[in-house]
């Protein structure tokens, strides 16, 4: 375990429902009280003890010298024209992440952040230029999804913000169980998405979990130098490392995986790429997204339109299903990997 990883005292917005139960028999209280305190936390929003009213004087007293609920705070916020709201939220010990609303028709879509920066550095990607900062507490990660929801009781919600998911393990699964609890929002496993850029022991445990969440894999090439070259992690897991772990996930949630595949000019958007990784991939059980270069700092250039629909033609030829990815809220730097805290101060201040 490393450092980074080390046990934290759990603040209030982690605890689990069960956990809650605890608490309370503790503090010699009945179990519904439990419930109260979920849903006054992960439903109604409340954030400080004293405004949970429908919990006796003294026990709020108890819980606030506890159980601390200390929570991220909206710093700043940056509307997109299509519609896209990119959050700029501030963790209490001062460090920032983002947060993406993504609306599409009735249903809003939250991209969150699993952790402040990213320790993995692919060439493509604005958090991989900033390192590790620190990893995120469950809390602070289903924070973002209740700040970000707006109206949707149920929105989707994807890790494909900040940070690598499943390097940051136990407080993703917590997360995850949070946000599936059915005192909290409820969240179906269906409507989450966990995207890795493919740490193949993690995915397997992840399978265990009896999650059932849906699982994206970041492939970005179809072969092992090409995708060194655009994700170092690469050189400690290979294609085939992460592919088996991958197929290992479809076969025992019975989820389909889906594939990530960022189309970069020159790199890995050639029909003889295409018809590599359709050779990968496990044919029907598979879906390939195909994701838009977003201009980062980086010396790439996204592919033109016409080569995206060609190697998605190939694709289909080979039967593997695949989607072009739509790009949303570029104009604020709120694209997939263009999230970088404010270091790149594209947000405007809240107003
Ligand atoms: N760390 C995880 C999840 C966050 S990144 C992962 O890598 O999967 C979410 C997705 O955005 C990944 O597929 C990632 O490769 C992609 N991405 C990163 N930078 C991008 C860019 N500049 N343009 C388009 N997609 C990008
Ligand atoms: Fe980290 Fe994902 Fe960005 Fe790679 S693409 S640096 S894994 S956030």
């Not at 990883?5 to 503790?26: G, I, K, S, T």
């Not at 024209?81 to 460090?95: I, M, N, S």
């Not at 991939?281 to 838009?292: S, T």
């Amino acid at each position: 375990m490393t450092a980074l990883e080390a046990p934290r005292a759990l603040a209030a917005l982690d605890l689990l429902p069960a956990e809650w139960e605890q608490a309370m028999a503790e503090l010699g209280q009945p179990a519904y009280r439990a419930r109260q305190v979920f849903h006054a936390l992960h439903v109604e929003g409340a954030r400080a003890w004293e405004a949970v009213t429908t919990l006796p004087r003294t026990l709020r007293v108890e819980l606030a010298a506890r159980f601390p609920l200390a929570a991220p705070t909206v710093g700043a916020r940056a509307v997109s024209v299509d519609g896209t709201v990119k959050y700029l939220l501030a963790l209490p010990d001062g460090r920032e992440i983002e947060t993406v609303h993504i609306p599409d028709g009735d249903r809003v879509t939250v991209c969150v952040s699993s952790q402040a920066g990213c320790a993995l550095a692919c060439a493509f990607c604005a958090t991989g230029r900033l390192g590790l900062q620190r990893n995120l507490t469950a809390g602070e990660i289903v924070e973002q999804v209740y700040v970000a929801r707006h109206d949707d009781p149920a929105p989707n919600v994807v890790f494909m913000g900040m940070g690598e998911p499943l390097a940051n393990y136990a407080a993703v699964v917590r997360a995850l169980r949070l946000l599936m609890a059915p005192e909290g929002l409820h969240l179906s496993p269906r409507r989450i998405t966990v995207s890795t850029s493919g740490l193949p022991d993690r995915i397997r445990r992840l399978a265990r979990e009896g999650l059932g969440v849906r699982l994206a894999v970041s492939l970005h090439a179809a072969d092992d130098a090409t995708r060194s070259a655009l994700m170092p992690i690469n050189d400690r897991y290979p294609l085939r490392a992460v592919l088996e772990a991958a197929a290992e996930y479809a076969q025992l949630t019975g989820r389909r995986v889906s594939y990530e595949y960022v189309m970069l000019a020159g790199v890995n958007d050639r029909p003889q790429d295409a018809a590599r990784l359709a050779r990968l991939l496990p044919r029907r059980d598979a879906h390939v997204n195909l994701i838009p270069y977003n201009p980062t700092d980086a010396e790439f250039r996204g592919s033109p339109p016409e080569t995206i629909r060609a190697f998605a033609r190939v694709l289909a030829e080979h039967g593997v299903p695949c989607s072009v990815r739509r790009s949303r809220g570029r104009d604020v730097e709120a694209a997939c990997g263009q999230l970088a805290g404010a270091r790149r101060g594209a947000v405007a201040a809240v107003s």
